[in-house]
């Protein structure tokens, strides 16, 4: 067993000797991996996929000390042909010339970037063709930092022509181009001049931004940020004009004052940005001023005055210690109404925030920060007050927002305050709530981790409002988990809505003449929204459910809503317990008890619940109506569903259809109707279990008196005569050209009607006969 | 202009209607609602909410784009679905925009079953909410009509092209299956089946349901009747309801008939002789031209079958232009009925005694024979169906009267008369676009010479020519110009009659009536009677009124009976059509 351990013990010793002396081989002579044959070699195997090609190829590392190389890459008409179409294009002349430099931190760094020559040809790339090699995720966080092995790098000359590179995805097409240039002598400028059109999918048309920068900077010399005058101006399409300037300064003991300016305008949004601050490796301050305006939006300037930034950082290692901000907020939203309109008041609040580093382990990378947003208006909006705070955690060369904590309150002490003020705008809320005062108090708290697969916004909201008549007292919690997907993030609500005390006047109503409210649904007029609504309304069309919005909502009343109405004297309890999906509604609404004048006798409605089912399917209908009478009690149900309601009757004692009907109609039994009340007990009847009438055809059926009712069960036609008050006389009906039968009878008074007969008589050929006539039947 | 008037307006009535619409002038609806153009004219509640409700604190207060967006739901209903809205101030003014008016009718789910293109008064009117509630209960019913009741279907309409759009799935079709009869009738259920327009086996149509409740009504032991006809998932199910009235029924009116006459009448029914259902009834008729009494009888032999014994006697006294009679007569007539094939048979006949004494005119007098009668009638269920707003279908009827010498009769003779009418609804549209009708006659006496024929045979076994019923461009039976009456004639009438295309039902027609007789059975005289003319038929909501205009004119050639002068005759007629 020893001699076991022996062997192998002296084999792994024999293989990192090996190792080592063929690391020390390539360390001094590195050209002896690192050639031309080798690249060829590693290109033609390892990108494959992209089926390289070129004329030139070729690599040379020298060696001017043990752990510094230089390498030069040049290659002529390098292109690439990717097998699924992704990407294409030619590097006409590549020429590479680094010095590279190993270590322990960073292990490889570039000291030195000689010279970097790119010029290509056409560039096509398809991101919308599946892709031979995935893409791995992106660091964002990296991509926006100078990486650690480039830090000490100086540029002697760069020469990057890229005439047309096109970018097509499935959004549109993006063609750009870039000609950077810095030469040798030291005092030579960076320019760059790029340019981007952009073609959305289905336009010709594209639209063109040119920028030009001009980068002044001894960085690229000496390898430090020493000093940096830079300015940028960019010019295109959408009236697009920016133009900025940085400027940073050396000052005495190292430190460094920085100016900056930008202004510019784009689609209608103009910027403006100023900032002027001193710093060092021990940190710094600075003043600045941001203000954004929008000429059409609903915030018409947004600006953030006498901000002060201040921060600090270890001197030793150059790491953040603190930061602080203070900033003065001004929000002013736009006008509301139209040519008089409000001119609405500015908001104002202040910015504060509070970061520092913290240990974590033995590097003091961890920086914690605290943000506090408090918003309120000059005067007015109720009392409206916006506090907003947020702790956010991120490490040092990362993202200082990796981990999120953001808690808002917003509060409305006078809503009628609100109400008044948004009167007269777009805004303006509807009645009945605009009747109503008190508080709303609304909170919403957000968690996450950046690169978290989800983040989630809790919320809570309760309002205590009333008028006169009506009393809103509701409570909303809730939570918001937020997805990123693709280009549009997913959003998924979880609500429970609480109606702990809910008191509602309804509109004026008469028995005659009442019209819905609300725009009818079939009919298209090219609004988009209700262009889908109407067709996904239609027989067999796939109804489109958006997977960007799952949402999970529960109503719920505490104590049942109470609806009063001037067609109904006593108030309508109405308890709701639904929850609303993509899919639909679901659950149920249910009218609780209450008594009502019905069939000219005071009834008791016992309940009416409406089942909605999701899926665009009617609603189901399920009430009872207790009516009673001279020792006769007719259970009357309501089945079927809103759209086609059907009426069922029972009795105790036990009484037919007919007879209920009669009884309810006409207070008699059929036996003691005259022949027109029996037709009218008889069509109506007939009409309600076929589910003829409406719902509101129902109601002023059951609430006023009914002198003659007529039916055509071919064509689902009636025409019910009502008596109203003063002795006046309403026809409803829903008359259709192919009825004929309804116009037969003409009930006049009690035992007094016209009457159409048809005669058989053949000798006088088809006549016809109309009579008024008296009647009685035994 | 363009953009107002997004699409052509084909329909003149909705041309006259935007014409007219453009006069109207600009008005105050309440302080913040102004109409920049004309005037919807809203109702009480609409107002309301439109403007808020000073009686109500909730709803006083509308804010404007609530009021907006009721207002485009109220305008919406009144065929106006682009209103441009504006606000000055604290007021809303609103361009009412112009009204859409349908352009197209489309469909799906329908092909073989319907053809939309037979839906008329759907393009060209207004779009509302309302016209889709219409075109959707009529696609409904045309389908119903075809055996498919649980049809299903949805609408929808582009305002911005003036499509209408419905989406049909006619599902199962249905054949009259299993009908669940009525429970608790103090009579045989079995006696409805009596009444029913179809037969076990045919293809489903709400329209021969509605008939036979309508034939169930018409008779007096019923005052409702109808068929409760429901889907579900299980199927289709159809239970049959009706009301029983009291059996007795006791009516006195007064009436006007077809020919413009004031008549009287009561009437006594007895509506359920035993549980078979058997009827009685006694009639008494007064009017200028005849007073009469008349007895029925329906004596079903089964509770089910379509066979009766109809015993009937009626005293009568006749007052016409060309004569004065009194007339009486006992008959017994068994009566048998059929439904098959979208027809109605009913054949009657049976031995009649009657009594006539001539008091004016030619005709025995104080004479009284036996006769044997028949009746057999043909109708189609269309026509039987759309009896009072004609416009499709055919009926003929064939009556028959012989008497035999030495059989209780001085002479032998034999009336046969044969008439009919049948209407086209042209082109099969729904509503009618334009009926086109024709009824026609031809009856003789035969077996007996034209001398005894005068004598011995009444006036009302004669064939008296002119009137509403026949030739409109004469005076009722002015034919033969000497009163003596034809013993053969022939009639034919022709009218196209305009459907629903005036408003309020107005309908105009053109008609050509023309008639021959004779002298003699089987003979007729060369002259041609005939009557060129228009009218005008009024749906009215009691009946139908119409009014003819008709010249009298005569093709002579070479008849020895004088013609009628040739003059303009009008009727006014109230309850016939044609």
Redesign the interface.
Known sequence: MKRFFKFVASGVLGLLTLAAVASLVIAIFPATVLNTRYLSCAVRYFGRDYRPSWVELALNVTSPSLLTKRAVLTARDLCVDEIHGFAQGCLRTLEIDATVRFGLSPLVSVTRLERAVVHTGDIHINSSATRAVSSKKKNSDAATTIPSWARSMTVGEVDVRVPRAVLVSSSGTTIGGVTAALHSESSALLTADVYTILKSTGTKKGKRYDANIAFESVSFREGRLASLNAKIRARGADGLTADARVKLEPQQGGRLQLTASAQGVFSGRALEAKLSGEGGKDGGRAAFNIAVSDRTGPLRRAAFDACEVKAGAVKKTGYPEYADLRCRITLLPAPF????GLTPKALTGTLSLHGKTRAQVARRDRFETRVDIKIWPVEGYGGFLLVAEADLAGSVGGSFAEERRIKAKAAIDRFGEVVRF???????????I??LDGAIDVAAEFTGRAGDERSTVEYDAKTDLA????KLIAAVKGSAVIQPSGTVPRFKIQSDVDLKRVV??L????LK????????K?????EPKRDAV??A?????ARPVSDAVDYDVSLRTLTPIILSSNLVKAPIPVSLDVRAKPAGLSGTIRVEGFNMEVFRQNARIDHITFTPAPGGAATALDGKIVYKRNEVTVNILLLGTTAKPSVVFESDPPM???EIVAFVLYGKT??D?D?DQ??S???A??AM??GAFGLASLYLFASTPVDSVG???????YQVKFKLPGGATLAVG?N???S??L??R?RLARHWE???E?GGG????????????????? | MAGLLPYRVRSKSAALLLFLSSFATAKDLCPRVRFSGPDPKL????K??VC??P????????????AR??M???L??RGR??PRY?????TLVVNVGTMTIVRSLVGR?LEGVYDLGKRR?VVGRP?T?HL???VK??V??EL??RGYPCA?????????TGEV?I???PQARYLVAKIEEPT?LTIDPAVLRRYEAFRAGDVLD??M??LT??RI?GDALF????????CSTTGLRIVQ??????P????????????GLV?G?ARLVQSRLGRRASSAEVTLTASRREQSLDGLMRLYLSPRDRLYLSPAAFLRREDEVQYEAEHAELSLSPTWASDAGGLRLEVRGGPAVDFFDTRRGQGPTNASWFQFITRTQVTSHLYE?????PRDGWTA?L?TAHRFKGAYSDVEAHWL?L?G?ALWNLGNF??PAAVLAT?AMAGTVAGIDRAPALSSLPP?DRFFLGG???LRGLARKQLPNDGSGFLTAIYDGIELRAG?VLPYGVQPFLFIDAAMGGSYGFQLDPDVYYSPGVGVRWAS????VRTTAGRGLVWRRGSELGPPRPHWQFFFS?????
Do not use: M
């Open positions: 109404g139209s040519s008089k948004f009167d007269g705008t777009e805004y303006a809320l509807p009645a009945p605009n009747a008028s006169a008549k009506q509602l006047e509109p004026y109503l008469e003449g009442n019209s819905s409210p609300i725009p009818d079939r009919i298209k007029t090219g109407v067709d309304a239609r027989l067999g069309a037919s259809q007919d059929p036996n109707l022949s029996k037709a007990a008889g069509n009847t007939n279990a076929s039916y055509d069960s071919a064509t689902q036609s829903s259709l050209q192919e004929r039968t116009s037969l003409k016209l009457q159409t048809a053949s000798r006088d050929g088809n006549t016809v006969t109309t009579f008024l006539q008296w009647f009685t039947r035994y | 109702t009480e509640v609409e309301r909410l808020g409700d009686g109500s604190d909730s709803w006083k207060d509308i804010s404007l784009p609530q967006e009721f485009t739901a109220f919406q209903k679905h682009f504006e606000t000055e101030g604290d789910g008064k779009l909410p889709l509630d219409q209960k009529a409904l019913f119903s009509s299903k279907a949805t609408l929808t309409a582009d305002a911005r759009r989406d049909a799935d608790g709400a329209r349901l509605s409740s309508d009504k005052s409702s009747a109808y068929y409760d006809v429901s309801r009706v009301i029983e009235a009291p007795h029924l006791i009516t006195i009116g007064a009436g006007v008939d077809t020919e008549r009448r169906y759309y009896q009072r707003d009827t009556e008369r008439s009418q729904s509503p009824r009302t509403d019923a026949d629903d909501p009691v009946g139908t109230f309850g016939r059509e044609f």
